[in-house]
């Protein structure tokens, strides 16, 4: 019988090796290594890439934090998903650079073997055996558990950008009415011989109901569009105190007989509240403020007194809409004093400029305590007016059997009382002539996108992780003297496959498919007698013993594995 010949397609099959030294040609390629001469060009600029990206969340969410939503036609989650996405593109292409780099690195060392290779190789690239590697774990396996958990930079990186609002408060310029000084005969109308104010006016009497629902006043064309802060100068009142103290004693007494002294039941005034006018002193008021602060029945009785003159004051000022209110931030103590403006004297009757205020403001702020010792049912509390009930100590005043009832200092809250009636008259004062443009700060409600940076920081975790187990893969690419891939070529190259013993045993991937890249190959059963395999026209020698292996071969040397056949190795 035949035998085949030389000139059948090289096939892993072909065992008499000797015989084929014939058909291979000089080698080309020489092994030459370097640092930079291999150095793995596309996987560090991938890792680069992914650091990048990571640096462009951090960029996207500092522009953002903060931002108007109106100010971004795409939204930043937009741009951090590309950048999440794109850094594990990268991460996972320097993956596999890595995973092949350090397939061959480790191949050339003396102690591997063809388990740590495939080891190597499975755990690069599959997350479920680099999970249960055990005790072969290794680099390429940590690598890929990384990478494969830095998609979770996705969701996260999404959480941190959310909408919410602010307040962004800019420049702007404010125009309010007010009157720096009240008209002459503004408030009120003096009636009789004693010279005393009568009634207020009834635009008075109007801003009082204002006042006690604590309604903003309305003004026309402010030009705020928000919340506007600003300093404004209009009528009020230069107010200056002083504190005094004064003795009292509700002890009662007693003779040497045994006998209470008849003095003991005098009567004391405990609290007193007053303000008074007089039109003859140019609109000058006087506040006075008297109250028991101590539980004792004897000691000193607090006494605040406050002149306050008409002048034009400064004033801070909130401006919402086309409303406008006093600062609450800010009290008398802070209004700057601009000029005295001494008032109007009508010594007849008629209209008074400050007297109706003042007939409102005594009427909400006159009030009285007295005490005095009533003997066996302990002691007389007598009082009058609200503010004697609005600022006593609520623990005592109900205990007429002792001296503990005591009061509160009503000084501040009266005095903020007497502020806003007349900064609220000054407007109702005002007309063309008295609009005040003045600068201020608006603060207008904006909705903005929010920067939450701990789940930046959770994102950048996953992502630094991934890049800092990919990083040693690479590590020994200078001992290699080609470019190297996983190709199955070049593996099988590698394991000397006869198919490919023709070609430079150091070509690349590349390279091997340019010399035998045209061959053709088929993967199945190939036909054995006697240790050498036969094509399919060769005759077989009579009783020889037919056997079968598994290769990759030519097409011409292949049949199809019968079901349930079992090869040789």
Same mark, same amino acid.
């Given at each position: ?65 903060? $931002? ?46 063809? $388990? ?216 008398? $103590?802070?209004? $700057? ?233």
């Amino acid at each position: 019988m035949g035998t085949s010949s030389l000139n059948q397609p090289f096939l892993s099959g072909l065992f008499e090796t000797s015989s084929l030294a014939s058909h291979i040609p000089a080698p080309v390629h020489p092994w030459r290594t370097g640092f930079w001469r291999r150095f793995p060009w596309l996987g560090i600029l991938a890792l680069f890439g992914a650091v990048l990206c990571a640096a462009a969340m951090v960029g996207i969410l500092v522009a953002s934090d903060n $931002k108007p939503v109106d100010h971004w036609n795409i939204q930043p989650t937009v741009y951090l998903s590309i950048a999440s996405t794109a850094a594990n593109i990268l991460l996972q292409f320097a993956l596999t650079e890595g995973t092949t780099i350090f397939w061959w690195v480790r191949a050339l060392q003396g102690e591997t073997t063809v $388990k740590n290779l495939h080891d190597y190789w499975d755990h690069g690239r599959h997350l479920a055996p680099a999970l249960f590697a055990g005790k072969s774990i290794n680099l390429a396996a940590f690598a890929c558990i990384a990478v494969a958990i830095t998609p979770l930079n996705g969701p996260l990186i999404q959480r941190a950008s959310v909408v919410g609002s602010l307040h962004m408060t800019r420049e702007t310029t404010v125009r309010v009415p007010i009157a720096p000084v009240l008209p002459d005969g503004f408030t009120g109308l003096i009636t009789g011989r004693g010279h005393q104010t009568a009634m207020p006016n009834s635009n008075i009497s109007a801003l009082v109901k204002a006042y006690n629902a604590k309604l903003p006043v309305n003004i026309t064309e402010s030009l705020c569009e928000g919340n506007c802060v600003a300093t404004l100068q209009g009528a009020g009142f230069s107010i200056n105190c002083a504190a005094l103290a004064t003795p009292f004693d509700v002890t009662p007494r007693l003779f040497d007989n045994g006998t209470v002294d008849p003095s003991s039941f005098d009567t004391t005034y405990i609290f007193q509240t007053n303000f008074t006018y007089w039109e003859m002193e140019q609109g000058m008021m006087n506040l006075t403020t008297l109250y028991k602060a101590t539980t004792s029945c004897n000691g000193d009785l607090m006494i605040d007194q406050c002149t306050l003159m008409p002048a034009i004051m400064e004033y801070h000022v909130i401006i919402v809409n086309n409303t406008v209110a006093l600062d609450p931030a800010y009290t008398y $103590k802070d209004d $700057k004093l601009i000029k005295l403006t001494p008032a109007f004297v009508n010594t007849f009757t008629g209209p008074t400029t400050y007297g109706g205020l003042w007939l409102i403001l005594n009427s909400m702020i006159e009030s009285s305590a007295s005490m005095n010792f009533a003997g066996a049912v302990g002691y007389d509390v007598v009082s009058s007016g609200l503010p004697a009930f609005e600022y006593a100590n609520g623990t005592h005043a109900l205990d007429t059997q002792n001296c503990t009832s005591n009061w509160n200092s009503p000084t501040d809250d009266m005095l903020a009382t007497v502020r806003d009636m007349l900064f609220r008259t000054a407007l109702l004062a005002a007309n063309s002539s008295t609009i005040q443009t003045v600068k201020a700060l608006q603060t207008d409600p904006m909705t903005v996108f929010k920067s939450h940076y701990q789940f930046l920081g959770l994102a950048l975790l996953v992502t630094f992780l991934g890049i800092f187990c990919v990083i040693p893969t690479f590590l020994g690419w200078w001992n290699l003297g080609r470019a190297v891939s996983l190709s199955p070529v070049e593996t099988a190259k590698a394991f000397s496959a006869p198919m490919l013993y023709s070609s430079d045993s150091n070509a690349t991937a590349d390279q091997l498919l340019r010399d035998v890249g045209g061959r053709r190959v088929r993967y199945g059963a190939v036909a054995v007698v006697d240790g050498r395999a036969i094509g399919h026209s060769e005759l077989v020698p009579y009783g020889a013993e037919v056997r079968q292996k598994l290769e990759m071969a030519d097409p011409g040397w292949i049949s199809k594995p019968n079901n349930g056949a079992l090869f040789d190795g």
